[in-house]
């Protein structure tokens, strides 16, 4: 069974950056698409970026697009999310989520989703 831990959530100002990672346990973690996610409190889960399992599709929300970056690295078993640029309407717990199924492709619903991290707190506050 595959397991995702996140890292790299924070205090951070508003314009600042941060940096997520999503670490995967098994061996090959490589083969599976992968999605950051959020959800803020009162909110709905809101799906972040995605990525596939090569890193050639990427897709991002119209709230984030031009400020975050996803990207992987598969010897390591990672994946990244760069944020720039943050607002506090960012603010959140960021959820990254792993689905062979889908290996190929690039989709932010949640619902396609089989493995989860525990989640990263991401707070943009002066």
């Known amino acids: 069974q595959l397991q995702l831990v996140e890292s790299g959530g924070g205090l951070v100002q508003p314009g600042g950056s941060l940096r997520l990672s999503c670490a995967a346990s098994?061996?090959?973690?490589?083969?599976?698409?992968i999605g950051w996610f959020r959800q803020a409190p009162g909110k709905e889960r809101e799906g972040v970026s995605c990525?596939?399992?090569?890193?050639?599709?990427?897709d991002y929300a119209d709230s984030v697009k031009g400020r975050f970056t996803i990207s992987r690295d598969n010897a390591k078993n990672t994946v990244y999310l760069q944020m720039n640029s943050l607002k506090p309407e960012d603010t959140a717990v960021y959820y990254c989520a792993a689905d062979r199924r889908i290996a190929a492709m690039c989709i932010r619903n949640s619902d396609l989703y089989v493995y989860w991290g525990q989640g990263t707190q991401v707070t943009v506050s002066s």
């Open positions: 990525i596939n399992y090569s890193g050639q599709r990427t």
């Open positions: 098994a061996l090959t973690s490589d083969y599976y698409a």
